[in-house]
């Protein structure tokens, strides 16, 4: 039997969230390429510059954006906040190959995961906060 070299890649991972939207992201030494639910990404993302942007930020501020290949199984919610669940993702996913760009990244707010999520309809309004017309008679 022949022995085959396993080449060893580093993986780094971190999962980022927004709204609905869930994003788990790995990094891989590479070339900069993204790929989202194993399609590339600039098609998934609709060829939208603003959402490739955003998607590539943390990788953008730290000067590391042809060093790795992002990987990205997301779900949930719509473009806008799979962008940012990517974002989050690949913030989380650098500061665990090296913790001294959690300051870069911190100080850019890559770091903090948005709060804002869909707020609850109420039972007498028409929507969350929308009232039913007013009749004075």
Avoid at 36 to 57: C, H, W
Avoid at 69 to 86: C, E, M, P, S, Y
Avoid at 126 to 137: D, E, N, T, Y
């Amino acid at each position: 039997m022949s022995t085959e070299l396993i080449k060893t890649r580093a993986i780094y991972s971190g999962t980022g969230r927004r709204k609905c939207s869930v994003a788990q992201v790995r990094l891989v030494p590479g070339s900069g390429n993204l790929v989202i639910n194993g399609i590339p990404g600039e098609s998934y993302l609709q060829f939208s510059p603003n959402y490739l942007r955003v998607s590539y930020a943390p990788l953008q501020v730290l000067g590391l954006l042809n060093q790795y290949d992002i990987h990205v199984n997301a779900r949930g919610g719509g473009l806008t906040g799979q962008a940012d669940a990517i974002r989050l993702g690949v913030a989380r996913a650098l500061c665990s190959i090296n913790p001294e760009n959690r300051s870069a990244l911190k100080s850019e707010g890559y770091l903090t995961r948005d709060p804002k999520v869909k707020e609850r309809k109420k039972y007498g309004l028409k929507k969350a906060r929308k009232a039913p017309q007013f009749s004075k008679r």
